[in-house]
Nanobody, 120 residues
Framework: QVQLVESGGGLVQAGGSLRLSCAASGSIFSINAMGWYRQAPAKQRELVATINSGGSTNYADSVKGRFTISRDNAKNTVYLQMNNLKSEDTAVYYC????????WGPGDYWGQGTQVTVSS
């Protein structure tokens, strides 16, 4: 199986920054896309940003210019640098990978989520 461990969430004032990390471990053959999604109270989960194995990125319009996604393939880790945070960024952030390994995949796998709270 694959395990995804997220870290970096917390409480920050509006205009501040946070960096989320998500490390995948286990028997991994390949990870294609990696990404971050978020879910605010009473709202559906939405895409924040994705990055594929070639480094191409995709962002939600609401975070363009403020968030940067990156990945370290050697560490099977994806990062989300969040700058100029706004109250509307408050949500639980979930890491997602699309990959396969010994005994798992191909498919989508999710982290447990990390809370980001932005105070105004």
């Amino acid at each position: 199986q694959v395990q995804l461990v997220e870290s970096g969430g917390g409480l920050v004032q509006a205009g501040g920054s946070l960096r989320l990390s998500c490390a995948a471990s286990g028997s991994i053959f390949s990870i294609n896309a990696m990404g971050w999604y978020r879910q605010a109270p009473a709202k559906q989960r939405e895409l924040v940003a994705t990055i594929n194995s070639g480094g191409s990125t995709n962002y939600a319009d609401s975070v363009k210019g403020r968030f940067t996604i990156s990945r370290d393939n050697a560490k099977n880790t994806v990062y989300l640098q969040m700058n100029n945070l706004k109250s509307e960024d408050t949500a639980v952030y979930y890491c997602n990978i699309k990959g396969r390994g010994r005994g798992w995949g191909p498919g989508d796998y999710w982290g447990q989520g990390t809370q980001v709270t932005v105070s105004s």
